[in-house]
Structure formats: C-alpha cells, structure tokens
T-cell receptor
Framework: GQQVMQIPQYQHVQEGEDFTTYCNSS?????IQWYKQRPGGHPVFLIQ?????EVKKQKRLTFQFGEAKKNSSLHITATQTTDVGTYFC????????FGTGTRLQVTL | DAGVIQSPRHEVTEMGQEVTLRCKPI?????LFWYRQTMMRGLELLIY????????DSGMPEDRFSAKMPNASFSTLKIQPSEPRDSAVYFC???????????????FGPGTRLTVL
C-alpha cells in the first residue's frame, strides 16, 4: 500500500510563531484530507484538497497540495494556544488511511 | 443533529471479559468506520461498513474482534475475550459519501476509552 510520512512528529512553539506540518506520499494521491485532534478529543475534519497545486486558507491556516499530488502541507501563521493538538493528514487508498500525525504544543 | 454517539465513554474491564462498544452514526450517512487509537500505533482503521454491509475488515486485529451493523442507525464492536493489549481509545465515525472514489469528510464520535486490566 501507499506509504505516507508525516513530519515532524512533534513540535513545540511559542505563541506567535509559525508552524508547518508535512505529509509526503510515495505515490500519487487522488485527494487528501486534514484533521485536527485536540488533547483528549476526537479527530475533526478541517479540509479536503483535490486539485494539483491547490491552496486553501482558513483564517490562519493554509493548506497546500503539491503539484505532483504526492505531498501536502498545513501551515499555521502566528500560532495561538487554541492551536494545540495533533494534526493528521488522511488519504484514500482502498479506505481512508491516516498519517502518523504531528503533535503541536504551543506555550505562552 | 447530535453527531455520532458512542457508548460507553469509558470502560474498565478485566482480562478475559467480553466488551461491547456501541455506535450510532449520523442519520443519513452511508458509511460507518471503527478506529482504534494508541500511542504506539496511532489511528488505525479496524473495519468499515457501507449501507450496513462490512466492506473491509482487514484492519481487525484477530478473531477476538467482531463488528456488526444490524441497521443503519446502530453498530457494535465486540472484543471477546479482551486482553490488556486491547486497551486503547476506540472511535466510531460516519460519512455521507456514497462513493469510495473520493471520500467525504468523516465525523468522529467522542470515542470509548477502554482499559483492560
């Protein structure tokens, strides 16, 4: 099956700093989704990217799908403590498969 | 809509006991998914149903695990007998997409935290 690496596994930033997590696939993806899971919570859908080179924004969050549709990134500008959690990419194979996640810690 | 409902929220049991986890998907959703989440293995898909029919159970760890969906509004995940290594958070999710060629977003329930002593 497809192998999707999500990096970094963990990042600790100070409030106001930027944050980026990456999802890299060994094969071309038809689309990719991003989810956020707060500590003690459940994954919540953020966005889906379908087109090559697609860029979508949600307030301080910017999502990109690579031109070759093999990688994707989530960038948060000026992090806030409310951004704390684990961010997962997810992609359809025969079923929806989740990446390993990036845990973000934000301190004041 | 109340969202995906799972019960119980927490379960503590002893090794060898039978455990049944329950899920009520969002009304009208065609797909139902069971996931397991642990620190070591992350979020794993165990099984999913489409229109109440199991489609892919390749993620089910072993024969001790079974899942059913007797109707569109209810599913169970059963572990018999339970073992300490089954301790995890089990999530149920549902999706409204009727084509697996492009998944729609999944709505997750709050999860059941299972501890097997």
């Amino acid at each position: 099956g497809q192998q999707v690496m999500q990096i970094p596994q963990y990042q600790h930033v100070q409030e106001g700093e930027d944050f980026t997590t990456y999802c890299n696939s060994s094969t071309t993806l038809s689309n990719i989704q991003w989810y956020k899971q707060r500590p003690g919570g459940h994954p919540v859908f953020l966005i889906q990217l379908v087109k090559s080179g697609e860029v979508k924004k949600q307030k301080r969050l910017t999502f990109q799908f690579g031109e070759a549709k093999k990688n994707s990134s989530l960038h948060i500008t000026a992090t806030q403590t409310t951004d704390v959690g684990t961010y997962f990419c997810a992609f359809p194979e025969s079923k929806l498969t989740f990446g390993t996640g990036t845990r973000l810690q934000v301190t004041l | 809509d109340a969202g995906v409902i799972q019960s119980p929220r927490h379960e503590v049991t002893e090794m060898g006991q039978e455990v049944t986890l329950r899920c009520k998907p969002i009304s009208g959703h065609d797909y139902l998914f069971w996931y397991r989440q642990t620190m070591m293995r992350g979020l794993e898909l165990l099984i999913y149903f489409n229109n109440n029919v199991p489609i892919d159970d390749s993620g089910m760890p072993e024969d001790r695990f079974s899942a059913k969906m007797p109707n569109a509004s209810f599913s169970t995940l059963k572990i018999q007998p339970s073992e300490p290594r089954d301790s995890a958070v089990y999530f149920c999710a549902s999706s409204g997409r009727d084509s697996i060629s492009s998944y729609n977003e999944q709505f997750f329930g709050p999860g059941t935290r299972l501890t097997v002593l």
